[in-house]
């Protein structure tokens, strides 16, 4: 039980086109999702929370016209980087928590690659 | 602010013998505290969580961590470490209702022969 998905599993793209990341709990309804970015050999850095049915709450120094969120249903976030640039080049893990059982807990994705060219 | 301290960068361990990586938390309150493996390439897989009781938590993969409130540690054990537990090990601490967890920097376990 317990597991979320994460489509695309890695993507290139060019500079100044848009990208869009869904994140999926497949056994699970998730009142809220979070998306985190990690750089390589670096701890994850929590970008936005992601509630169904309102509108993300974003760190401070994320950019929400650039990192597009939306989280329609109780099992789908999708995160849109909006005119990629080659410094958003990095990996995206969202994670969900369930709305039952154990809501404190967060489980992960597998994580998305993203390259800029 | 929650804040969560690993000391250790990297850890090297030889296979077979015992493992100990260390997190210290910074919060006001009772924490919820994690531990998360992330394999090479990997999202983040749950080995243990605590969040009141019983101090001493066992996870999966023969995992345990003890919180020491006196120490504001949270340190992850095991007895006996496989080649395949070689990953990268991130301790988190979230708030009571938490929305968001803090991770520490994490700590790279190298297992030799």
């Known amino acids: 039980g317990a597991v979320v998905s994460q489509h695309p599993s890695r993507v290139i793209c060019k500079s100044g086109t848009s990208v869009k990341i869904e994140c999926r709990s497949l056994?699970?309804?998730?009142?809220?999702m979070f998306w985190y970015r990690q750089f390589p050999k670096q701890s994850l850095m929590l970008m936005a929370t992601?509630?169904?049915?309102?509108?993300?709450?974003?760190e401070q120094g994320v950019e929400k016209d650039k990192f597009l969120i939306n989280h329609a249903s109780l099992t789908l976030s999708t995160l849109t980087v909006t005119s990629a640039h080659p410094e958003d080049s990095s990996f995206y893990i969202c994670?969900?928590?369930?709305?039952?059982?154990?809501?404190?807990?967060?489980?992960f994705g597998p994580g998305t690659r993203l390259l800029v060219l | 602010a929650q804040s969560v301290t690993q000391p250790d960068i990297h850890i090297t361990v030889s296979e077979g013998a015992s493992l100990e990586l260390r997190c210290n938390y910074s919060?006001?309150?009772?924490?919820?505290l994690f531990w998360y493996v992330q394999s090479p390439g990997q999202g983040l897989q749950l080995l243990l969580k605590?969040?009141?009781?019983?101090?001493l938590v066992q996870g999966i993969k023969g995992f345990e961590a003890e919180f020491k409130r006196s120490q504001s540690s949270f340190n992850l054990r095991k007895p006996s470490v496989h080649w395949s537990d070689a990953a990268e090990y991130f301790c988190?601490?979230?708030?009571?209702?938490?929305?968001?967890?803090?991770f520490g920097t994490g700590t790279r376990l190298l297992v030799s022969p």
């Open positions: 605590y969040f009141s009781g019983d101090t």
């Open positions: 056994d699970f309804q998730a009142t809220t």
């Open positions: 994670s969900a928590r369930s709305t039952s059982g154990v809501p404190e807990t967060q489980y």
């Open positions: 919060y006001g309150a009772t924490p919820y």
């Open positions: 992601s509630n169904e049915g309102s509108k993300a709450t974003y």
């Open positions: 988190a601490v979230g708030k009571s209702g938490f929305q968001k967890l803090v």
